[in-house]
């Protein structure tokens, strides 16, 4: 279920609606609203203007943030595949040690 949720964004009023719960959703506004500040702060420009390099900024963030997310991934399918082979090689050393054992009490 939808809610309605008003946010303020650089002292405007606005309403969102949105599927996530009215915390999340303040939460996401209260971001934007920070980075609007940010570059409102640093030059001199119109809301339009920053939100548009506001917009940019924060596309540049999750565009940085999935490559992070995706070198994760990739590192502990690493993790995962050396975990799998260590696996392997100890039920065969176990094996080994097992037929080794068999070897030794059928001479002793």
């Known amino acids: 279920m939808a809610n309605r949720v008003v946010v303020t964004i650089c002292g405007e009023d606005y309403t969102f609606v949105a599927e996530e719960s009215t915390a999340y959703t303040q939460r996401v506004a209260s ?3 920070e980075k609007m500040t940010e570059v409102l702060n640093s030059i001199k420009v119109g809301r ?3 939100a548009i390099l506001t ?5 540049d963030e999750l565009f940085k943030a999935q490559v992070a997310a995706e070198q994760l991934r990739s590192q502990i399918k690493g993790y995962l595949d ?4 260590a696996q392997a090689e100890v039920s065969d050393l176990k094996r080994e040690v097992f037929r080794l054992q068999q ?4 001479k002793g």
């Open 31 to 33: 971001y934007v609203d």
């Open 55 to 59: 917009a940019a900024n924060i596309t």
């Open 48 to 50: 339009t203007d920053a």
């Open 103 to 106: 070897k030794l009490e059928k």
């Open 82 to 85: 050396a975990a799998g082979k």
